[in-house]
């Protein structure tokens, strides 16, 4: 699966990771530097278990946690309607 922003997503690079503004409701996310970077991979065409795969390396002693993270935050991303499916080109 691959993730794009919702057209009326804009993303915002911060000090400390991103910012996500969804201009339907004036709401945003603010995501820290470990959600900003799997975010940012998700972006880039990787798939969640990639980003797993990628952060396990990175990250090597949270283990198992790593993919059930990246899993609810995919979740969270889809249900507030901030990313969408898409398929690669």
């Given at each position: 699966?691959?993730?794009?922003?919702?057209?009326?997503?804009?993303?915002?690079?911060?000090?400390?990771?991103?910012?996500?503004?969804?201009?339907?409701s004036?709401?945003?996310?603010?995501?820290?530097?470990?959600?900003?970077?799997?975010?940012?991979m998700?972006?880039?065409?990787?798939?969640?278990?990639?980003?797993?795969?990628?952060?396990?390396?990175?990250?090597?002693?949270?283990g198992?946690r790593?993919?059930a993270?990246?899993?609810?935050?995919?979740?969270?991303?889809?249900?507030?309607?901030?990313?969408?499916?898409c398929?690669?080109?």
């Amino acid at each position: 699966m691959s993730l794009a922003l919702a057209p009326e997503v804009t993303a915002a690079e911060t000090s400390n990771g991103l910012v996500l503004l969804d201009q339907r409701s004036g709401r945003y996310w603010q995501l820290n530097g470990t959600g900003a970077t799997t975010v940012r991979m998700l972006l880039d065409g990787r798939t969640p278990d990639g980003v797993s795969a990628a952060l396990r390396e990175r990250f090597p002693d949270c283990g198992e946690r790593v993919e059930a993270d990246v899993n609810s935050l995919v979740d969270a991303l889809l249900d507030a309607r901030l990313v969408e499916s898409c398929q690669p080109e």
